[in-house]
């Protein structure tokens, strides 16, 4: 079965700082890469950042370059997601999901989501 749990959201400052977590199913790490995706509402679910499966290669979007860090830690099947410098447009609930790394795009192989964590940054 498929495990994607994201946490580490919250309610911060602009200009604040967070770190998201995600654990997923032991299968998906070593194999797949991974990424993180956000979506406020009313809006499009989009990728934020990817990392291959030996963190050889990220990338991520133009709004987040230079402020978020994506990383993995393969022996604890956890993805993370260093957030600095956070912004009121920041703002989405963040999810988690793998799948095969392409061009600076990540492919998911499944549907599948996790319930996300939700980030707020306001004054």
């Known amino acids: 079965q498929v495990q994607l749990v994201e946490s580490g959201g919250g309610l911060v400052q602009p200009g604040g700082s967070l770190r998201l977590s995600c654990a997923a199913s032991?299968?998906?790490?070593?194999?797949?890469?991974m990424g993180w995706y956000r979506q406020a509402p009313g809006k499009q679910r989009e990728l934020v950042a990817a990392i291959t499966t030996t963190s050889a290669y990220t990338n991520y979007a133009d709004s987040v370059k230079g402020r978020f860090t994506i990383s993995r830690d393969n022996a604890k099947n956890t993805v993370y997601l260093q957030m600095n410098s956070l912004k009121p447009e920041d703002t989405a609930v963040y999810y988690c999901?793998?799948?095969?790394?392409?061009?600076?795009?990540?492919?998911?192989?499944?549907?599948?989501w996790g319930q996300g964590t939700q980030v707020t940054v306001s004054s």
């Open positions: 032991r299968s998906i790490f070593s194999i797949y890469a």
């Open positions: 999901n793998y799948g095969t790394y392409n061009g600076g795009r990540l492919y998911r192989l499944s549907d599948y």
